[in-house]
């Protein structure tokens, strides 16, 4: 895993066995517990632009998921069922009762679940550009799913200047402004092209959740049940899944707010981190604390859908979707 030199006396590694797979973990500062999960072909490392400012306040977990890096490879399918239940394992051997969630990407359709399943168990969510709000994303996603494709894909991606190609293709993919790629994610990303098992299990993970036509599920009929408080962040950029999708979920949310971050791509995170945690630190100030405060609330009985909630105000200003120029209206695809 490279982790920059700047934020190796902050962050720990830890190793957590699950089932008989060992996960690896990144953690930081002390608190109240807020966990962040990465997106799909990524892992926890994409989160250290930001863990040192969260972990001023708070006790940081970073997961890469099964599969993904340096956890270990699964024996089983990478379902969206054995994902979920593997995080929610992990949380447990990590003595994580009441910790908030943070998702990126398909990240973020794996809080979704999580919350869904457990809502009694996470005091506030926040969704960053995450999979599961609608059909749509970005082909070019969507076709490595089809038969053969995926695997030839990471073939390529294994040559001896496989490495360099998966740089490329994940900034043009990832990011609104290519020179915003930090050197070491450019440098993880050649690593783990390399690493062995590692795309066969991200393209098995991915065909979980997409198909040739887009998002397998979309989960925006179920968002009502979620009675926490969802913060909804999405680069207005986005070139995996568009920013509609954010006003969408936004206004299925009972108790949900909505940034939309200007001039990014699908990883605020990791693009403007800074304005990433001008949005999301204050919303952890306000509800990371709940779970001392308050019992946790009964799991939401099962009932017609609510009229849509009014929006509150962003912190960052926020648009209709519009079209990207270095794409054409062609580049979505949707069921």
Known sequence: MVIEEQFTDVIEER????????????????????????????????????????????HVFALSLPGHADTDRAR????????????????????????????NSLGGQLSLWLSLAEPERFPAVVLLDSSGLGWQVNPSLAIETLPFVGEYAAAVARSPFG??????????????????????????QARLAKLPGFLDAAIAARRAVLGPWGQRQVLLDQLHRL???????????????????????????????????????????VERPDEFLRVV????????????????????????????????????????????????AEAWTSR
Not at 238 to 264: F, K, R, T, Y
Not at 298 to 311: D, E, F, I, L
């Open 227 to 269: 009675t926490m408080p969802v913060l909804v962040v999405w680069g207005a950029n986005d070139l995996v899944v568009p920013v509609a999708h954010a006003h969408a979920a936004a206004s299925q949310l009972p108790d949900g707010e909505l940034a939309v971050i200007q001039d990014c791509g699908h990883m605020p995170h």
């Open 163 to 188: 490495g360099v190609g998966r740089q490329m293709s994940r900034v043009s993919e990832l990011f609104w402004r290519y020179d915003r790629a930090p050197a070491g994610w450019l440098a993880e």
């Open 76 to 103: 089983i399918d990478y379902t969206r069922e054995y994902m979920r239940d593997f995080v929610s394992a992990t949380l447990d051997a990590l003595g994580l009762e009441r910790p908030v969630l943070v998702g």
């Open 15 to 58: 190793r957590v066995v699950v089932d008989g797979v060992t996960s690896q973990v990144l953690t930081a500062g002390e608190g109240r517990p807020v966990v962040l999960l990465h997106g799909d072909g990524d892992n926890a490392a994409v989160w250290q632009w930001v863990i040192p400012a969260l972990a001023r306040e708070h």
């Open 281 to 328: 630190v204050p919303f952890l100030a306000r509800h990371a604390n709940d779970a001392d405060d308050a019992q946790p609330p009964p799991a939401p009985q099962r009932r017609t859908p609510r009229r849509r909630a009014p929006q509150r105000a962003s912190p960052l200003s926020h648009q209709p979707f519009k079209q990207s120029p270095r794409r054409g």
